[in-house]
């Protein structure tokens, strides 16, 4: 019973380099989140994605950052540009029913550094 | 707008003693609150949560917290740790509808041997 899957564990890259993140949901949950953890602090909320479609994305920076979910395999969080200051970790949850109520189970993280 | 506030960075706590960790949040409607735990390098685990009913939750690994509406808290407590309870403990709160959650900054507990 597989959990929330997370790849890479971590990821280096440049400045100016394009950051793939993925995961894949626990097995019948079709809810996915991400949130982005920076050093010393809690998690942020960045997105609410649905299968083929994004539900909230009030947490997304307006540039450089997206998301997707298609109707077949992992989410993907993607980071263009890269600067240092994206650099953190990345961690995925989903649920299978209504976000407010439903536990989220989350992912082990992305580990993202800038160089 | 929904805030949540862990007041304690660390804390350090001896092994076998008590221990409580303070969340406070605020809303204007109604609240779903939840505790996790994340030890080095790895994702959060759900220690417990509250939606309804009874106000003192109990959750895995000995925890448990109250709900307590008129002072808008939720803290944490165990009456014994142990060593493996070492790693950062967060705070969450969810307004009904809603489609995240909100977390605090976490609190560092540390278990003395």
């Known amino acids: 019973n597989a959990g929330v899957m997370q790849n890479p564990r971590h990821l280096v890259r440049r400045r100016g380099q394009e950051a793939r993140l993925r995961c894949s949901p626990m097995?019948?949950?079709?809810?996915v989140y991400w949130y982005r953890q920076l050093p010393e602090e809690g998690l942020k909320f960045m997105v609410y994605?649905?299968?083929?479609?994004?539900?909230?994305e009030s947490g997304m920076p307006k540039e450089r950052f997206s998301a997707e979910f298609p109707k077949e395999g992992p989410s993907i969080l993607r980071i263009q540009q890269v600067v240092r200051g994206d650099s953190a970790a990345y961690f995925c949850?989903?649920?299978?029913?209504?976000?407010?109520?439903?536990?989220?189970?989350f992912g082990p993280g992305t580990r993202l550094t800038v160089l | 707008a929904q805030s949540v506030t862990q007041l304690d960075s660390q804390v350090p706590v001896f092994e076998e003693a008590p221990v409580e960790l303070r969340c406070n949040y605020s809303?204007?409607?109604?609240?779903?609150l939840f505790w996790y735990v994340q030890y080095p390098n790895q994702g959060l685990q759900l220690l417990l949560k509250?939606?309804?009913?009874?106000?003192l939750v109990k959750g895995i690994n000995g925890f448990e917290a109250e709900f307590n509406k008129s002072q808008t808290s939720f803290h944490l407590r165990k009456p014994s740790v142990h060593i493996s309870d070492t790693a950062e403990y967060f705070c969450?709160?969810?307004?009904?509808?809603?489609?995240?959650?909100?977390f605090g900054t976490g609190t560092r507990l540390t278990v003395i041997p």
């Open positions: 097995k019948g949950h079709s809810h």
């Open positions: 994605l649905q299968k083929e479609n994004i539900i909230d």
């Open positions: 509250y939606l309804s009913g009874s106000t």
């Open positions: 949850a989903s649920s299978g029913q209504l976000p407010s109520t439903d536990t989220q189970y």
């Open positions: 969450a709160v969810t307004e009904t509808g809603a489609n995240n959650l909100f």
């Open positions: 809303s204007s409607v109604s609240v779903y």
